[in-house]
Every structure is written in structure tokens, then in C-alpha cells.
């Protein structure tokens, strides 16, 4: 397959003295999704049927990066696509609707140049700047002209191989998060596969329901479509709480799941909050968790939280904090940042919100997601 070689990578065509050359990857070449596959620190965002996913909804062009030794092969990639917005202007980006998706590299020689050569299209095109995100302060000022802000962190539970030995922290603790799971049992509440883009949309208006109730925009559902139609089933999984209530299937709640390499990634909720009593949730994280270690994923990744409660569900479960990190080149203050971040204007912004209708959240969450 023809390669393309990233015209501004380092200023100049062509390899550099220890023979790395930068090239331009498309979705459909084999070497992206073969580096990915198998590079353990990769995630589901770094794989190229996800930027296909956002260019399906989203419009989103991918720029990804590769870095290729001297004989060909790929040492590392740089998942990349244009971003045009109305705060920012055009720019790119690893990756929007993505929590963290920076290169994967065998070696920092690698990432340092998928990262030169990323900043040196800033300087040659007409994208005003680069941000990158990353779940490390490993890159800290990796390349001139970088800097970098703390984002809020994601919350992980190292899985043991054996669902047998899984533990939540203290003995109290895990014994506490175990009684909510035999009380989700005893109710007769049903974990099971959602089998159909039916049961996505039926999902759907819980996710809405739960994003309004935290204030914050919700994902257009043509994207739960595209990842529904376009990723491989084990690559996404959407698991449903459902229990029988006066003759009919009462649907309590959902979990989106994306699947790479060594992790499992929660990636969007939906329950219904009038029934919390039914421990849904707790049903679903166990079958999920459990899953994952039978299934040889090293890592369950919970997300971020976006409120304190959030946090403590997250920290019960025995996870550790990981530090996300957003690097942006020329070195800027983070505007998203400074708009989106804990403080009187977002506290305002998130209480509004949850009193706007539910079919009107859904049209402007993918507006926000898709021009901001």
C-alpha cells in the first residue's frame, strides 16, 4: 500500500540521521492496527477504528502520525485529526471525545519525533496549535515550545488474573462492595449483552437522563451507533441491568464498554436514578470486572469522575488515581480549561443545564462535541 510521508515532519522529507522517517498513516493501513495490537500500553482510542468512529460523527479528519525505523517498521504512532472550533480555531488534536490517547512509542527517541513532527505541522499548515493528551507526566517538556496542564484523573483497578483473587481494597471495604453485590442478586436484578442497536437506543435515554444530571453535554447518538456498526463486537460491549417488574422487563441501567489491548474501558453510563435501592450499577461493574479477568485484560479503567460522588463509587472499588496530563504546542494557557474547569462559571453552566429538556440536550451535545 502507498505510504504517505508527513510533509512537515522536522521541517523536511525524508529520514532523520538515525534513520527514523515520520509518515502520515491512514485507518486502512495495516501497520497502524498492527502496532496497536500489539502494544500493551495502547488503548481503545489509539486504534484506527476509532478515529473512524469520530470522522464517521464528527466530521473529525485524521492526521495520524507513525514512526518508522530504517527498515520500514513502525516504532511508534501518533493518532491525530483536525479540529476546527469556534473557541480555539482550527487545530489538532489526540484525540476530542477521548480522554487520553498520546503516542505509543517502543522508545522515547520515537516519541520525541512523532512529537517534533506533530508541532511542525502546526508551524507549516494553518492549524493554530496541538494538544495532545496523555495518562503520564513521562512527556514533560518532551519537545521545544511544549507545556502542559494537570487534568483531572482517571481511576484504575489492576486486575489479577484470576477473578478469584480480586480484592477492593481493605478486607471492610471489600466485604461492604461484595454485600451490594448479593443485594443486586437477591432482587433478581439481570446482567446480560445488549444484542441489537434496539437495545442502544433504549439505553440511550438513560445516558441522557444521567449526563443532564450531572451537568454535563451528552454524546449525539450517532455515535453509539457508528461505534456499534463500525467497531468489532470485542471491541465494544454495551452490558444492561434489567429486572421483571409487573410482567414487563424493566430496563435499570447500562455501561458502555471499549475493549484494547490490556485494558477495559468504562466509557459511558446510563441508569435510572429512581431506583438506586436495585444496586444496578454494582451488578454491572461485577460482571464487567469479572469479565475483564477472564478474559486477560490487565486493567479496568473507571474514568473520570466528574463530581465527588463519582470519586467515592470509583474509589471503592480498589482503583488508583492516574494523572492525565494535556500538552499543547506553542506553549498557551489551556482554554478549555480555564472554561471548563471547577469554578463559579461551570458550577452556573452545570445547574442550567440539568433543567434543559432531554431531546434538546441531545441535539446540543453533539453541536459542543463537534464545533467547541
Not at 241 to 263: D, M, S, W
Not at 325 to 331: A, D, F, M, T
Request: charged share 25%; with cysteine; proline share 8%.
Amino acid at each position: 500500500m502507498a505510504v504517505r510521508e508527513s510533509p512537515h515532519a522536522h521541517g523536511t522529507v525524508g529520514p532523520d540521521a538515525a534513520g527514523r522517517r515520520i509518515i502520515e498513516l491512514a485507518p486502512e493501513d495495516p501497520r497502524w492496527q498492527s502496532y496497536v495490537s500489539r502494544s500493551a500500553d495502547a488503548l481503545p482510542y489509539h486504534y484506527p477504528a476509532w478515529s473512524a468512529v469520530l470522522h464517521e460523527t464528527f466530521g473529525f479528519r485524521p492526521a495520524t502520525l507513525g514512526c518508522t525505523d530504517p527498515a520500514g517498521q513502525v516504532t511508534g504512532i501518533l493518532p491525530l485529526v483536525e479540529k476546527r472550533s469556534l473557541l480555539t480555531g482550527l487545530h489538532l488534536t489526540s484525540l476530542p471525545c477521548s480522554p487520553s490517547a498520546g503516542p505509543v512509542a517502543d522508545d522515547l527517541a520515537s516519541t520525541r519525533a512523532l512529537l517534533a513532527a506533530a508541532a511542525a505541522r502546526v508551524d507549516g499548515s494553518a492549524a493554530r496549535w496541538l494538544q495532545v493528551k496523555v495518562m503520564s507526566s513521562a512527556l514533560r517538556s518532551p519537545v521545544d515550545g511544549f507545556s502542559h496542564v494537570v487534568w483531572d484523573p482517571t481511576y484504575v483497578l489492576d486486575l489479577p488474573a484470576d477473578p478469584a483473587q480480586l480484592r477492593f481494597r481493605n478486607p471492610r471495604n471489600h466485604a461492604a462492595v461484595m454485600r451490594l453485590i448479593r443485594q443486586a442478586d437477591r432482587q433478581d436484578v439481570i446482567v446480560r449483552e445488549a444484542s441489537s442497536l434496539r437495545d442502544v437506543r433504549r439505553w440511550y435515554g438513560l445516558y441522557l437522563e444521567t449526563v443532564r444530571a450531572h451537568g454535563v453535554p451528552p454524546r449525539p447518538f450517532r455515535l453509539f451507533e457508528a461505534m456499534w456498526q463500525m467497531l468489532a463486537p470485542e471491541d465494544r460491549r454495551l452490558l444492561l441491568a434489567e429486572k421483571h417488574i409487573g410482567g414487563k422487563t424493566v430496563l435499570l441501567g447500562g455501561c458502555f464498554y471499549l475493549c484494547a489491548g490490556q485494558t477495559m474501558v468504562f466509557a459511558f453510563n446510563g441508569r435510572d436514578r429512581t431506583k438506586p435501592h436495585l444496586r444496578a450499577n454494582e451488578a454491572l461493574h461485577w460482571r464487567a470486572i469479572t469479565d475483564a479477568c477472564a478474559a486477560g485484560f490487565g486493567r479496568y479503567d473507571f474514568g473520570e469522575p466528574c463530581n465527588s460522588g463519582l470519586q467515592r463509587f470509583k474509589e471503592k472499588w480498589g482503583t488508583r488515581p492516574v494523572g492525565i496530563y494535556r500538552y499543547q504546542y506553542p506553549r498557551r494557557r489551556e482554554l478549555e480549561r480555564g472554561a471548563l474547569g471547577p469554578g463559579s462559571l461551570r458550577n452556573t453552566a452545570e445547574r442550567a443545564w440539568r433543567h434543559v429538556p432531554l431531546p434538546v440536550t441531545s441535539r446540543l451535545g453533539g453541536w459542543i462535541y463537534r464545533h467547541l
